[in-house]
């Protein structure tokens, strides 16, 4: 999510130049309320995000009139660590156009962008962008790498200088900071940038379109509106008796979010940006904004969307630890096939506490399956309603077949929209199972072992919110039809996968991930996160041993897989390269189906060195190259 929080205290009404909603109102000891953060907070859980981008938000403690207590950049870490998750964040400052940065009233903190992400920031970066001559509001890009992820984050406040210079001028002061900002994108191999840019003109953002997805260019679902509105202006004029009368209202889309990897959905939320009708208040006037009562807490909607890539629930199921849900009846576990769950055909099922696919939108769910010989018919997985599951991935016994469905109503009556395999499902067999359901078309489509074998039209979509299960689905209101066999590897995303994509992820070899180096500085973190060697920016190791780590998996979680490292040198490229890709020394330890794995190099004191690394297992092409990594040894 990227989100303009409007969070900069000033501004005593509506009528007033800096005023923003919901930031104004004091508690009894005189310190800000914790409406504005609460309701960041509520937004991220209910919405399950990995990563938020703020902009006009107060981070740190500094304050103009002595003000106490934490930031709202604290408050707001501290309410989405309460919720039994690990947060982390970073902020860079970013001046007001007089050059202060202190936010007033009563608010701890400087004016600043803000990253947060569900997860340990290990490193970041943070980039003045370029101003005219003589002005002083200068922006930001801040940039932020999060240890285990692939992708990056960045987010950014631009100036648009078109009320405050000629218009040649501010075209090429507003085109400087959008390169800039290209500039520092531009280092990530993987990417997601958010922001408010300050222009409804989509062209001014190239090159920005040139090498990244923009994600409201289009609809992802029947019904859903592409650039929806991000921004509320009001202008409220004060008449003599110091009342309020509406001036001009404008809405407009200034604020984005694009990534490298595409988007599977996307939305704005604009009824979280103030709205309210002033006027129509009697006791908002011009001196007791504190009567002034706003529908939302910033004059900026949130922009929120799916970076395609990772799953939204990632399951092993390779043993007790390889799940976050809670196990009920008959659940046992073997090392079979890498290690899997075996589930009685009775009472056995794993639950998460809660929807995991919305079946409005476009999801894809997929399952390594083995089903007894005995079985009846039995369920995979399904995402519950309140009288039947709105999606089910399921062995129908009648026919001994494999079927994915998707009901035309949260009722009774058996009424399913259904891709059905063509060809007889084998029980005894490990079998991978996907299923897509593209929102926008209505299509659902059913694949075995990465082949699609049947399709269905599901135009009707309803929104199913029970728990997501493993092991049975929900008809009529009862648990129904659970599996008799084995399970793992259970996965969902948040949008479509095409054809290549699921038989890509049914049999070829990824790069890997959670690349790092150990042990190493926390300060600049390992220095993962461009593909080409500049000076500064990289970790330190105190020794000339180090251990490269890399996470890798593969498709089949029996099959073994290790990893081909590759390092050199780049202060004295004259140097032997320490280790080469399929040369001695490169090749890791083997692990059963995924896992952590390493090698340590022999290196010199005082040198700079590159690496990357990529996923083999001995028969399958190997996988492309992870991103880049750089350090420094320290000097003897």
Known sequence: MTWNVCGEAGGAGPWATGYCPERNTRLPDGTNTLKKAAQISEVVTGENLDAVLLQEVCAGTRNSDGARGPSQLDQILGMLNRTGTSWSAVSAITPRPNGDSDCRGSLSGDVSVAILAKGGIDWKRETQLPAPAGVQQRGKVLCAGVAGWETHLCTTHLTNYDTSLPSGEAAAAYQAQIGAVSDQVDDFRQVVLGGDFNTRVRDSLQPLYRTLAECDQQGYYVGDTPNEITKVTNEWLPTADGTLTQGTVQTSKIDYLFATAGFGSCD????????????????????NGAACVPN???????LLGTVKGGPRLNWSLRNEQGHSGSVQGGVGWSTEHGGAAVLDGMTGEIDADGPVVDTTRSFTVSAWAKLDPDAGTSVVMAQDGSRISGMMLWFNQTDR????????ADSNTWDMDQAISRTPAVPGRWTRLTGTFDALSGALTLYVDGVPVGSADHPVTWRATGDFTVGRDKVSGRANAF???????VTTFDYAMTAAQVASAAGALTAPTRTGTAPGTETNGPGCHNGSYTAGDFGTVPTTTPELTAYVAHPDPSRDVWAEFSVWDNTDPQQPQPIYLGGPGSASGKVLGEGTVSVRPTLLAGHKYGWYVRTVDGTSAPSPTAAVCHFTVASS
């Open 268 to 287: 704005s939320l604009p009824e979280l940006a103030d709205s309210a009708d002033y006027s129509a208040q009697p006791d908002c006037t011009t001196s």
């Open 296 to 302: 939302a807490p910033s004059d900026h909607a949130p």
């Open 401 to 408: 077949t494999w079927r994915f469905g998707m009901p035309k």
């Open 483 to 489: 599996w008799k066999g084995s399970l793992q590897s």
